[in-house]
Each structure stands twice: as C-alpha cells, then as structure tokens.
C-alpha cells in the first residue's frame, strides 16, 4: 500500500511542476501583455502638439491677423528652438476664413474632427469666433486668445475661453473719456452692422452714459462696404465734435475721405482691431486708436526686451508693431500654459493650468486668470497715429 501511494506520488509529481509551470507561464505572460489600447489626447503625440487658428489672411483685414500670426510665431519658434514643451515641438495649423463666419465654422469643424488639434489659438473677429462656439462646446477644446473683446465670448461665462485682451468695452472707455476730457463731448458713431459693431456700440453708449451724456447720432455700415457716402452725409450733417468709428478697416478710408471732403473736423477715434495703421498716408493724421497691448517700442519693459529680440532672431525684416506684440504675449500665454500642464498634456489640465496660475508674469506685464475669471487683461492705452508715415505716439 505504501508502494502504491509512492507510485502515485512518483506520477502526481510531474503533473503538478506542470500545472505549477502552466501557472507560473500564464502569470508572466498576463503581465507582459500591454493594456487595454486607450484613445490618446487630441492633438498630442510623442514629439508635438497640434494648436489650430482660424483668422483672416486674404481679407482687407488680412494685415493685422497675419501679424499676430508673426508674434505667435516668433515666441514659438523660440521655445522650438530650446526643445520645446517636455521635449514636444509645438506645431501650428493656419487656416483662412476671410473674415465670414461661416468659413470660421468649417475651419473650425476641420481642426477638430480632421486635424485633431489640440487647443484652438488667436481666432480673429466677434462673428466669427461665435460662429466656432457650438463645436468648441461640443468638443470641449479649449480656445486660447482669441483676438476678439466682445462680451458675447465672455458672458456667459466660459470655462472653455481664455481672453488675454481687454474688452471693448474697456476700450470704448478710453476713447470716450478722452473726446469728453477734450471737449469733444458731441460724439457719433459708426458701428460696423454686426455682433462685433453693436457689442462695442453698447460700450459705447455706457460709457457716455456714466458721463452723463449721449452719441448725437448712431450710423450702422456693413463690414465689408466701401459705399460710405450716406454714411458720411448722415454723420457730416450732425456736426459732430468726436466721431467713434466702430467697425472692421474696409470701411475706414471711404468714410475718413467723405466725411473730409464735406469739410467735417471731428476728432476720429477707432479701435484696436481697426487696423488703422494701414490708412493711406494723407487720412494717417492725429487718427486715435486704443490699444490692448503695451507700446511695442517701449524697451523698458522686459516683455518688450523679449519681444524684440524674438523679432530681431526669428525676421529677416525687423518690425514692431501691436498686432505681433499681441501674438507674442498671446503665445507666452499659451506655452506657460502648456508646459505646466506637464509632460502627460490633457486639454482639462491645460484649463486648470490657466486658472490655477493666478497670475501670469511676462515681464513688468501680468494677466490674471482664476477658476471664476478668464479675463486676463484689462490694460488698454490711448495712441495716435501721426503723420505720413503712420507712426503711433502714445
């Protein structure tokens, strides 16, 4: 009998080492095999980071997107150059909308679904931009510095949209407090025919109303028209002292022409998104502009230091301007951003990347963003355009 259960123990023996070895192989091959494939993050692979903008570059308001376009690109280049955000190149997809919203939308449904870019950055325009909003909203992507101060992208509150420019309602308080500061208290308006124009018109209207004042007349003008005589006519006949000229440039040239030839000696106030400085060089002169950045020939300023020499590295044709400058500190913005949201980028950490921030520091320049406020800025200062050649004195 105990010869029998030897026997049995003797053939149990081996068939245990191999139900023990099928173990053990299983063991190790289970944690060999890699996990469950899970969706990677839009827009981000091993060596980049995919950010789309939609601006418009073929249109007559073409000058100043593209140079924005040129800062963004000189502060990126830069960061490139230095290896990048967690050793990611940033990579940036342009795409044109000629200032028409529904240009923007497609461009906008392309990033996304096509290109899967990351985060969108810098979309130019009020209409336009609002035309991107449902499919922001639906893929839940982040938009970066859009070049646009209407209250429409910042109220309601979005989680989504970060501004680092004023509002036009910031600027509409500069430019009224200066006319009325200067006894151009009887004021007109021209406002470009759209959510753009009637957004800074009410900007407008509540800054003269907390001086206790009123626009003598209000004149709307399509965006892209340059048939400006009943416009001029209508405003010339209210003799105005101070004129706001609240639309996008097409408009500009015909109406500061029209409104010379019948004799009109209104002090002309724009924007800063009015590209102004395009004027031809006999409408240039002691034309007033608000603007969002700092005085890009300002030195003083370490932001401007490091604007310059981006400049000065990244062009071959050295130019400053305010537009660039905007693109520039958009673009530091975005890579702070981005390169606290660690070397494993979520479009969720790049938010709370932004809002826990607090304070951005760029050098004697700061934004502020929190979980409540994604309004970065609120700087604006009054410049003129002076002269033939259109330079800005502030």
């Known amino acids: 009998m105990n010869h029998r259960n030897d026997k049995q123990n003797a053939q149990s023996r081996p068939e245990r080492l191999s139900r023990l070895a099928i173990a053990w192989l299983s063991l190790i091959a289970l944690a060999l095999k890699p996990p469950p494939a899970q969706a990677s993050e839009p827009g981000i692979s091993p060596r980049a980071i995919l950010i789309g903008q939609s601006a418009p570059f073929s249109s007559a308001s073409s000058g100043i997107a593209k140079r924005f376009r040129q800062g963004a690109h000189d502060a990126f280049n830069e960061v490139n150059a230095h290896g990048g955000i967690h050793g990611r190149q940033i990579v ?68 989504l949209i970060f501004n680092v420019r004023a509002s036009y309602h910031e600027e509409m308080e500069v430019l009224v407090k200066h006319l009325v500061r200067f006894g151009k208290d009887a004021i007109a308006i021209v406002y470009q025919n759209d959510s753009f124009g009637l957004d800074a018109l009410e900007g407008a209207k509540a800054a003269l109303q907390r001086l206790g004042l009123k626009p003598i007349i209000s004149v709307p003008i399509d965006r892209n028209s340059s048939e400006t005589d009943e416009v001029a006519r209508q405003v010339a006949l209210s003799k105005p002292k101070g004129l706001l000229i609240l639309t996008a440039y097409p408009p500009i040239p015909s109406l500061i022409r029209k409104l010379r030839e019948r004799g009109s000696t209104a002090q002309i106030m724009t924007h800063s998104n009015s590209n102004a400085q395009n004027l031809p060089p006999n409408l240039r002169h002691s034309i007033g502009v608000s603007q969002v950045v700092p005085y890009p020939w300002n030195a003083r300023l370490d932001l401007i230091r490091d604007y310059q020499s981006a400049v ?54 700061k934004l502020t963003f929190s979980e409540n406020n994604h309004n970065g800025s609120d700087f604006v200062q009054l410049t003129f355009l002076m002269g033939e050649n259109g330079a800005y004195i502030h």
Do not use: C
């Open 92 to 159: 940036m997809i342009y795409r044109d909308d000629a200032y028409t919203p529904e240009k923007t939308r497609k461009n906008t449904e392309h990033f996304l679904r096509r290109d899967n870019v990351f985060a969108l950055f810098g979309y130019w325009g009020t209409p336009t931009t609002q035309a991107a909003l449902p499919l922001i909203e639906k893929a839940r992507a982040p938009l970066i510095a859009p070049t646009t101060g209407a209250q429409i992208i910042r109220e309601p509150f979005n989680k």
């Open 312 to 365: 000065r590295k990244q062009d071959q044709q050295v130019m400053y301007d305010f537009a660039s400058l905007e693109g520039y500190i958009a673009a530091r913005v975005l890579v702070q951003a981005l390169d606290k949201a660690g070397a494993n980028p979520t479009r969720e950490k790049l938010i709370k990347s932004l809002e826990s921030s607090k304070e951005v520091d760029l050098g004697d320049y």
